[in-house]
């Protein structure tokens, strides 16, 4: 057996999600009564798009690599985006491309910085590269700590990771803060906007003026094809180069390029599922603060971060996977809450009764 990596003897490896059928079989459930509620991705099933895909499976070259460059995906963000095609990275989900960031900028033994909680991927890649990351707390209403991420990033700083809206908090960041990091750092700014259709508010536009800016975004959770893994990052010109430079050739399929162009060409039908997921992420959140008496954070994204209180979080979770309902943990990370991802009303109404019936119990 050959020796791991000297940087992966203490490495804490990213904490993958039980799968539905473990959770079944573990609380005595069928699968089809467990009902996800801490994968943040969108309840709707695209299935129009699905049924266009099987029309074309029969003539797709799946025999044949895909375009590396991707060309079609890319002119297709180019206009929902307003970027240039030569301004776009296209890889196998958001994480790829946070992924191929680590390895273009993060040189080893050198420091990356994050906000914290936030989403934990920002870490993974950056220690897998062999970078040290320190952990900055927020403030607490949860914003950036913008002073304090400057006054931390010294000559060895590579990257600075932000996500707006930040999992698991829901906030924003603010955009004069962003551009005050990228102005007043020699470090590469990744802004993580993987619920940017949830909000609409976007640090985008300071590419135009900050090469070291670096937004990144996703198919898998306004656009619902998670399970296709596509994503994308958009950046200056010059800076898609370098991150090009180790990009893997062939990592999304042709079958997932195919649906992310059809998802491209139906987004007036994605704005009706967000539009739908907000009204009820708010009327949730209205339930819990006015009728449980819980402290919900408000949210721009397509979960609710809450705050049991007096209720002890970590029971509330297990006895509300014994009933189904899987929603995140976060205990370890911000104090007594959990997380949970707002779904149809129908998925949301069982929930807020299954809630019902645990909080009565204490």
């Given amino acids: 057996m050959p020796p791991l990596r000297s940087v992966l003897s203490n490495f804490t490896p990213y904490s993958w999600e039980a799968s539905t059928a473990e959770i079944a079989a573990r609380y005595g459930l069928g699968e089809s009564q467990v009902i996800r509620m801490d994968l943040n991705t969108s309840p709707y099933r695209p299935t129009p798009w699905l049924n266009k ?11 044949l690599y895909p375009d590396t460059s991707y060309r079609r995906l ?19 989900g958001a994480d790829e491309c946070l992924m191929i960031t680590a390895q273009a ?10 906000s914290h909680p936030t989403y934990s ?11 040290r990351v320190l952990k900055i707390p927020r403030k ?18 590579r990257i600075i990771f932000l996500c707006s809206p930040n999992n698991p908090t829901g906030n924003l960041a603010n955009p004069s803060d962003v551009e005050k990091i990228a102005k007043e750092t020699d470090a590469v700014v990744v802004v993580d906007e993987a619920y940017y259709e949830y909000c609409g508010k976007t640090v985008a536009d300071l590419i135009e003026n900050y090469s070291n800016i670096i937004v990144v975004r996703t198919f898998s959770k306004a656009f619902s094809l998670a399970g296709c893994r596509v994503g994308y990052a958009l950046a200056a010109e010059e800076t898609v180069k370098q991150l090009n430079m180790v990009r893997p050739p062939n990592s999304v399929s042709v079958i997932s390029l195919e649906l992310a162009q059809t998802a491209l060409r139906n987004v007036s039908i994605v704005r009706k599922w967000v539009k739908t997921v907000v009204e009820e992420r708010e009327r949730v959140k ?48 911000v104090d007594n809450c959990l997380r949970i991802t707002i779904l149809k009303r129908r998925e949301n109404n069982l929930f807020l009764s299954a809630l019902k019936e645990v909080l009565e119990r204490y």
């Fill in 53 to 63: 895909l099987a029309k074309k499976l029969a003539k797709l070259d799946v025999n």
């Fill in 74 to 92: 890319r002119e297709g963000l180019s206009s929902y985006t307003g970027f240039d095609a030569d301004q776009i990275v296209v890889g196998n």
């Fill in 105 to 114: 900028f993060m040189e080893y033994g050198c420091q990356a910085l994050q």
């Fill in 121 to 131: 991927y920002f870490r993974v890649c950056a220690e897998i590269m062999g970078g």
């Fill in 140 to 157: 607490e209403d949860f914003r950036d700590d913008t002073d304090a991420i400057i006054s931390y990033a010294g000559k060895d700083t």
């Fill in 286 to 333: 209205k339930v819990l603060t006015d009728k449980f008496g819980l402290k919900v954070y408000g949210s721009a994204g397509n979960f609710l971060l809450i705050n049991f209180c007096d209720y002890p979080a970590k029971a509330v979770h297990t006895a509300l996977m014994q009933k189904g309902f899987v929603t995140r943990d976060l205990t370890d990370v």
